[in-house]
């Protein structure tokens, strides 16, 4: 697997991680079942891909990447799904973590 592909499956881990975060609220704390069962499917299925990644990218740049990734874009499925508006400085720390997220993969280095 090269680095393209294994970047390519993170963005789909983060889609699924991002989709196991929506349907959990909407599972309303595993009480109502289709959404309960998306929840779970979608999170085995998040940490496969995960895996899968974490062949090619060392572990900690995928796990900081994919959070980092995932929480943004679970912010943005609250906008839009569940009308949530995050204040000021809720957008300032979002700004950092995507700054983050840029930081430990263009320049951050590890060992494999």
Known sequence: MT??????ILIIAVALGTAA?????SAQGFTVLIPSIITAITIV???????LVMKVIPVGITYASFAGLCIIATVLVGVF??????????????????IGVIMVNLVGKTNN
């Open 81 to 98: 799904k569940f009308n949530q508006t995050p204040n000021l400085y809720t957008n300032i720390g979002l700004a950092f973590i995507i």
């Open 21 to 25: 975060n929506g349907f959990a609220k």
């Open 3 to 8: 680095n393209i592909s294994a970047y390519i």
């Open 45 to 51: 299925l998040c940490m496969f891909t995960l895996s």
